[in-house]
């Protein structure tokens, strides 16, 4: 693969075209760049303000598992070896099992409003966008993937100069393991890592 064939591998993969990758050479985003940052800003915001509202739902699906279980356990017996393991004190223990049940319900709603208000106060203290700094960074690329047991899903990354990025799977492929590449990444809309913007590749 050329090194311009390689370069619009990297742009069609990532996203970005040939004015943003001019723009950022100079140290600066695009004007389109800084319309899709400021779109995922917002969404993200809005997915934060409005992630409290969906706490009824949570409750109910809690509610929901707690009386399949609990039917499950009955029709199986279950109710009846508690009886005989523990006596008299079978009924406390249930007892003490649907007041847990009950804590965790009531607690939910609350946990999930302070957790958004501390992430929106997060989100207020941020700097805009537009003065969100565009790095560079050369050196060999190393690419990796794997899969993550406890999401079911797949993980890739790029390697370069010490950093790491989280890319997608289109544009894992689309750099060439072992090749030397310049990139330039700046902070996510979220604010909460870093993210690559464009890239390209170098004479080895």
């Known amino acids: 693969m050329t090194i311009d064939q390689s370069n619009a591998a990297l742009m069609q993969a990532i996203g ?7 723009a950022n050479r100079g140290g600066k985003p695009s004007a389109r760049q800084l319309q899709i940052w ?7 915001q809005q997915r934060v303000v409005s992630a409290p509202r969906s706490s ?19 029709a199986v017996g279950g109710l009846k070896s508690i009886q005989t393991a523990l006596g008299g004190a079978a009924i406390p ?19 999930m409003k302070r957790s958004a208000q501390r992430e929106q106060q997060r989100m207020a203290s941020l700097p805009p966008v537009s003065a969100a700094p565009i790095q560079m960074i050369e050196g060999q690329i190393k690419t990796k993937s794997g899969y993550n047991d406890n999401t079911n899903s797949h993980w890739y990354e790029v390697h370069i100069g010490g950093k790491k990025f989280s890319v997608s799977k289109d544009a894992l492929h689309a750099f060439q393991n072992g ?16 993210m690559l913007i464009s890239g390209e590749a170098l004479e080895s």
């Open 93 to 111: 223990v249930l007892a003490a099992v649907v007041l847990v049940f009950v804590v965790i319900i009531a607690v939910v709603p609350g946990q």
């Open 16 to 22: 970005f075209n040939s004015e943003d990758l001019a």
């Open 56 to 74: 009824p739902y949570i409750i109910i699906m809690y509610i929901v598992v707690f009386a399949v279980i609990a039917v499950v356990f009955v």
């Open 179 to 194: 090749k030397q590449y310049r990139l330039f990444y700046t902070i996510a809309p979220s604010g909460r890592s870093a």
């Open 38 to 44: 400021e779109s995922g800003r917002q969404q993200y």
